[in-house]
């Protein structure tokens, strides 16, 4: 049992940070260095080197990748996976105490999945059951590692906000305000009232930020007076007025899109990125001037009324106005191709292989400010990789390898074979216990 | 003359009664002490619900009752960590998780429908919050669960009340029937106890009709604000102590009176996701905490996270157990990750033992004395020695509350609750002869045979070694 | 230059069908045969009246030179709720989910709104024909545990009104059969949301659901039985039989002319059903399933054919193979058993070449992909006489296209449905074009 357990786990055990060649691969850097066939270098977790030949160190691990593609890590803009205990705190409208970082769970196999998909990092945003949700942050899917080991060292926290259904859905519930026995209804049941809830918290935290400035600077002064109360809920919105904390927008429609950018305006911050945004086009002149990203879905519609006017040129019509637009799963099983979710720009709407590549790639890594460190396969950068048997923004394609800070956490080969050892122990675990339930079945009930 | 009556007192066996006479002496018994070697063959004397003496060359006081120890083996009763008996509900469902309007008592009940009538809009409200509450307060005479779980062997219990998020203090008591409640109070104020709603996955996800807080990570904000709210309050309060003059008062809050008068905190973790993240949170809070369930602890990760985090634990004895089985002979739908921790969950106190973790067992509701008994084996089976699973049950529960002074052991001055026993009390065919709390004297009822221990059929036919 | 082609698109689709059509230089791709260079293609009537390579226009022929381009068979989704569902969440627009147990007579066809929305998104990938379902029991809606739900109907995406749209109105009767087994619906895994909504919530556990499930069963033989009652005196023209409209739909059940769709995840209620099909002798396809290489066996050895659900799709369970659902199509061909893939929805159909490439990347033959949605659907729904090939006398459904059509790269150029150019334009193209224009 623990031979096969313990073959197991070496079999998951990732390529620690050695040296690594990656060679013989068709290397799409969506960077200065374009696509090229040649070879990538990985040193201490980063990308040491790139070139069409490359000196192989001494001791380093070769992969030959003939025949395949190498691309940077995908980034998934938009994610509810790896949370504990529910990704909404639906109960108010304004929720922006509660954090996602304290609910991380590592062992979600949704990570897992992500993982073999080739996605190496993920933005885990709170639901969009609130005006203003919780605060969110993204993580690296580094599958096996605890909960503080998945979080993305350096990037700049977040914070979810909704528009539209979503958040009014509460302040209408079913039976209605004029049923028989009145339900407990949540402010705001209209668009009119998500726009004031926004704008109501905002004057708070104005408010709020007022005190503790006024605190500060006392203590500037050499005084020492008692900090006022801190309050979670308004911290957070303090923190988005003062720049460091990005504020997501789940929206759709293009009048909310455009309340929102008015109502950030005068409450003096800026939306970072605007999320599904499937209406976007129709606003994309407004989008570009405000400066916000957009994360959208390729192709999704329908399922909703507000997304009766989806379209799959939504991406690349917002692109060529100038916006910085990546493509996003907000699903579980969509986060595992979102290469050919990209592969679907090229198709509606005529991006080039590098433009649709970088909406999985870069533009999410700029939207989430970790572009320094990751979303380009450049020297310098976080060795996070993926290689694909064949043409990556294509149905046709699978996930070979997956490297994340030069370690490599999935490997098509050795899944194949773990698969079939966790099978194996599976059914002894079962057969032992099976047993032992027998031994003691005759004056045995389940529940004693 | 006294041993006849002795003798006869057994044979009738009535019911529990307590029994007080001014001085016992149980002589020539096997006396295994824990704070230090067993006594093959010696005398205790108990007076005044105190221990007087203890030893091999004992002497008998002339007014003494002789209890004549031959083929008897003399505990120091048993301590329950984490426990709800004496407040008159009935056993909680399943400890660990928590209590979102968990049993309790009436008082219980009317402060859980307070909670539940108003809404909750945030935590200003002070959701499910009851931290004030003493479970000393709660105690009621004739709760029958005192009679069940004292013929398992437990003299003591750290009850708590556990209903919503902050529960309020636990409260050590000995378990003596009597009129009196307060007779029972060994220490009021034993710690917080907070409980973060149904474990894992299975939270909220918010719909949040209930009002806030609905999901684990509203919970969780919950209570940190609170601790902010009471480290606020405390700077404002001794503010205000020392100069009113010009100061606007601070608005009372119960809640935080309550929060602030804990010395420590009970939190749960089950999963060692939960288990690195209450360590994490714990820490973050500066609160001395006891972290309860710790099922996945048989993990090596959860066991040095516990070490390097010097934590306290409170290990459940509720094993996790199969899922009833599919009626058309189905593949169970279990996943490997449950059939691995259904296989080495028992392995826990051994490991923890070994790695040098402090923990004490609790009964989590397995109040009858079989089925506590059992789940003592199954540790046993899996490599606790009996040593060490005694003392997780006397002297480690005794120091993690610091009341190691008083109980947890058969040392002279301390006080006088023991069991004795007709073989190891850890053994399945064993009977507990009587129990001694506060040197009160009970005797377990005959009629406790199906929950009782060493009844004519057992379920389990012997099996040395266990089933692994 | 779009403009142009849309005049041209819309010139095209004006004419009427009896117009002839002559489509040359194409590489063919027939599936029924190997691919061949340099066809042309004569269409009248709906139908290819002839293809061959020393083709000559016929005088007064449209003439469509495709140098470059590649003609194949359109595609056909096995399982949708085409036309008769518009937005998911929005009861209103939904007309899938009847009450009521026995429902044969419910006809899926005359439901369905030619003007759907959903209709113009498909055509524009290439999806051709589809099977729409009037439910299979359970989830939203009046429907509880139906157990007959109606008749599914094949359809061309393309028509002025559901008759024109109609190849068979009566291509399957949906069944429910009872069971136990779950639906996979388990952890994290599981099928997607709108998925197991069409499927209905899965059955409980329990001693008492095991009765539930033989009554169930003993109600269902009890309607067999009634309806060969009224069989036989409609065929004894007994003197005071009348007219049962829920009987008369079972006729052609009974008589092996229209199969019942029955979905079934597991070996055992695949055995059960088989088992029970055979008793009532009557023809059976199931959807979904999911033990494929544990049922396999039996499903070939009954020639039994099977409709796959979407490839993109989660594993069971947490334990499951992490390619589980990918490499289901690989699984039933291994088998040797006879599949076509669905996508169980509305606004997926036109992921569905993309759904066949994804099992292509984990082992499936591409031939045996594109075979999947195109002829193995036609066979399998009755009309391989009529649909998924490129071949003289089928009808032309046709796509004309820069490339793969599993491959999400390519761009579709011209499409035929029943001979008549269709536009490739919809609702989405136009709001495109409209806000391109927003300066």
Known sequence: MKKTLLAVLVALVPLCAETIVIQNATVMTVGSKGTFKGSVVVKDGKIAELGEKVMVPAGATVIDAGGQYLIPGIIDCHSHIAGDGGINEGSVSVSSMVNIKDIINPDDIAIYRALAGGVTTANILHGSANSIGGQTLPLKMRWGKSAEELIFVGATPGIKFALGENPKRAGNPVGGRGAATPVAARYPATRMGVEDVIREAFNDAHTYKAEWDAYDAKVAHGEHPIAPRVDLKLQALKEVLENKRYVHVHCYRADEILMMIRAAEDSGFKVRVFQHVLEGYKVAKEIAAHGAGASTFSDWWAYKIEAIDAIPFNATLMMKKGIVVSLNSDDAELMRHLNTEAGKAIKYGGATETEALAMVTLNPAKQLGIDKTVGSIEVGKDADMVLYDSFPLSDFAKVEKVLIDGTVYFDRDKELVAQTAKEAEKKRLLEKEKAAQQKSTPARRPNQ | MKKLLFSTFLVLSVSAIAEVPSAVAIRNAKIVTVSGPVIAKGTVVLRNGLIEAVGENVTVPADAWVVDGEGITVYPGLIDGLSTVGTGGGAPAAAGGGGRGGRGAATAATAGQAAAAERSWGPEDRPQTTSWVLAADEIVAGDGRVNTVRGAGFTTTVTFPTRGIFGGQGSIIDLVSGEKPAEMILVPEAGQYIALGRAGGGGGGGGG?????????????????????????????????????????????????????????????????????????????????????????????????????????????????????????????????????????????????????????????????????RAVKKALDNGLSREDALRALTLSPAEIYGVADRVGSIEKGKIANLVLTKGDIFEDRTTVVMVFVDGKKYTPAETAAPGGRGGPATDEPGNPGGNR | ?????????????????????????????????????????????????????????????????????????????????????????????????????????????????????????????????????????????????????????????????????????????????????????????????????????????????????????????????????????????????????????????????????????????????????????????????????????????????????????????????????????????????????????????????????????????????????????????????????????????????????????TQIRHLFIKGKEVTLSNKQIRLFERYSGRQ
């Open chain 3, 1 to 409: 230059m779009k403009i142009l082609g849309l005049l041209i698109a819309s010139a095209v689709a004006a004419f009427a069908a009896g117009e002839i059509t002559f489509i040359q230089n194409a590489d063919v791709y027939p599936i029924s045969s190997a691919p061949i260079k340099g066809v042309s293609l004569l269409i009248q009537d709906g139908k290819i009246l002839d293809m061959g390579t020393k083709l000559v226009a016929p005088k007064g022929a449209m003439v469509l030179d495709v140098k470059g381009l590649r003609v194949y068979p359109g595609m056909i989704d096995s399982a949708t709720d085409l036309g008769l569902e518009e937005i998911e969440s929005i009861r209103e627009s939904i007309d899938t989910q009847e009450i009521g147990d026995f429902m044969p007579q419910l006809k899926a066809l005359s439901a369905v709104n030619p003007d759907s929305e959903h209709f113009g998104v498909v055509r524009v990938n290439g999806i051709t024909g589809a099977v729409t379902f009037p439910s299979m029991g359970g989830g939203r809606g009046g429907g509880g545990a139906q157990l007959i739900s109606g008749q599914a109907a094949l359809i061309h995406t393309d028509g002025w009104t559901w008759e024109e749209m109609e190849i068979n109105r009566g291509v399957a009767m949906c069944l429910n059969f009872p069971s136990a087994a779950g639906r996979g619906r388990g952890g994290a895994g599981g099928m997607p949301a709108d998925v197991q909504d069409m499927l209905g919530a899965p059955g409980a556990a329990g001693g008492n659901a095991q009765r539930a499930i033989l009554d169930q069963i003993a109600k269902l033989n009890g309607f067999f039985d009634d309806a060969r009652k009224y069989q036989k005196a409609k065929a004894a023209h007994l003197p005071d039989f009348h007219t049962d409209l829920k009987f008369e739909a079972m006729i052609p059940v009974l008589e092996g002319k229209m199969p019942l769709t029955i979905s079934a995840p597991r070996a055992s209620t695949i055995h059960d059903a088989i088992a029970w099909a055979d008793k009532q002798n009557v023809k059976i396809v199931f959807l979904q399933p999911r033990e494929i290489t544990k049922a396999g066996p039996e499903l070939k050895a009954k020639n039994i054919p099977i409709i796959l659900g979407r490839t993109l799709a989660l594993p069971e369970n947490e334990d499951a193979e992490y390619d589980q659902a990918f490499t289901q199509p690989l699984e039933a061909y291994k088998a040797g058993v006879k599949f076509a893939l669905g996508t169980f929805t509305t606004e997926f159909v036109r992921d569905l070449p993309y759904q066949a490439a994804t099992a292509v990347a984990y082992g499936l033959p591409h031939d045996e992909a594109m075979k999947a949605i195109t002829i193995n659907p036609a066979e399998i729904w009755g009309a391989g006489d009529k649909l998924g090939s490129v071949e003289k006398g089928k009808y032309a459904d046709l796509l004309i296209t820069d490339g793969d059509p599993m491959d999400v790269r």
């Open chain 2, 209 to 373: 009709g209930g009002g806030f807080p609905s999901s684990l990570m509203g919970i969780i904000s919950y209570v940190r604000q609170i601790y902010l709210d009471a480290d606020h309050y405390q700077k404002v309060k001794e503010a205000y102590a020392k100069d009113p003059r010009g100061m606007q008062r601070p608005e009372y809050d119960r809640a935080l009176e309550g929060v602030l008068a804990s010395k420590r905190i009970l939190l749960p973790a089950n999963r060692l996701v939960e288990i690195d993240r209450m360590l994490r949170f714990g820490a973050e809070l500066k609160q001395p905490m006891i972290l309860y369930g710790a099922r996945d602890s048989y993990l090596p990760e959860a066991a040095s996270l516990l070490k390097k985090a010097n934590a306290t634990v409170l290990l459940s004895l509720k094993w996790p157990t199969p899922p009833a089985r599919q009626p058309d002979g189905e593949e169970p739908t279990d996943t490997l990750r449950a059939l691995e921790q259904r296989d080495k969950a028992p392995t826990a106190p051994a490991v923890l033992q070994k790695a040098g973790v402090k923990f004490a067992l609790y009964s989590d509701g397995l109040d009858a004395p079989r089925d506590f008994q």
